[in-house]
Antibody
Framework: QLQLQESGPGLVKPSETLSLTCTVSGGSISNPNYYWAWVRQPPGKELESIGAIYYTGSAFYNPSLKSRVTISVDTSKNQFSLKMRSVSAADTSVYYC?????????????WGQGSLVTVSS | DIQMTQSPSTLSASIGDRVIITCRASQSPDSWLAWYQQKPGKAPILLIYKASTLESGVPPRFSGGGSGTEFTLTISSLQPDDFATYFCQQYKTNPFTFGPGTKVDL
């Protein structure tokens, strides 16, 4: 069974770059049956998809965030990462990494426990 | 974007009750709709995908239905472990959007 674990700073200053990494265990990130995704949830609010990446490096993003976000994959480390530039208080959220299926089955079966990132000076 | 709404936003229920949560989409996601359960401080758990397919290991008291732009999650007999918030999600079109959630409490 896949396990996902987020890691990264819990506090980021406004206008700086948020960086998170998700480490995958219990399986290979090169598994062709999954995309690797980031989802966030502001405190007390609904979930928001950020984007996802395939092990080949092919990625897609939420158009509302695309200009500020990059998702990358490192197959040698079984990790994928999120970088979000020019953050503001509105980006304060719990950030989850998760799997998506393929061939239209883009529901999320496996999730990390979540990482709270606060944007504040 | 496909906008998702849910009703009710909060639902008060008792053990053994039949509970129905409704999710509406601004455009049809076809059957590309999932339901998740989330408890405070925890990651979501997938319950239903493709509108009506029960994820492995999820109790059969959960069921999903609907088509077009209106979908339902039914809990046939509410159990103590079911008090949580439930979200729907469409995954037909990027961005994959979630509903605002329905909190089920006593």
């Amino acid at each position: 069974q896949l396990q996902l674990q987020e890691s990264g700073p819990g506090l980021v200053k406004p206008s700086e770059t948020l960086s998170l990494t998700c480490t995958v265990s219990g399986g290979s990130i090169s598994n062709p049956n999954y995309y690797w995704a980031w989802v966030r949830q502001p405190p007390g609010k609904e979930l928001e998809s950020i984007g996802a990446i395939y092990y080949t490096g092919s990625a897609f993003y939420n158009p509302s965030l695309k200009s500020r976000v990059t998702i990358s994959v490192d197959t040698s480390k079984n990790q994928f990462s999120l970088k979000m530039r020019s953050v503001s208080a509105a980006d304060t959220s719990v950030y989850y990494c998760a799997t998506l299926g393929t061939s239209g089955n883009y529901h999320s079966l496996y999730w990390g426990q979540g990482s709270l990132v606060t944007v504040s000076s | 974007d496909i906008q998702m709404t849910q009703s009710p936003s909060t639902l008060s229920a008792s053990i053994g009750d039949r509970v129905i949560i409704t999710c509406r989409a601004s455009q049809s996601p076809d059957s590309w709709l999932a339901w998740y359960q989330q408890k405070p401080g925890k990651a979501p758990i997938l319950l239903i995908y493709k509108a009506s397919t029960l994820e492995s290991g999820v109790p059969p008291r959960f069921s999903g239905g609907g088509s077009g732009t209106e979908f339902t999650l039914t809990i046939s007999s509410l159990q103590p472990d079911d008090f949580a918030t439930y979200f729907c999600q469409q995954y037909k079109t990027n961005p994959f959007t979630f509903g605002p959630g329905t909190k089920v409490d006593l």
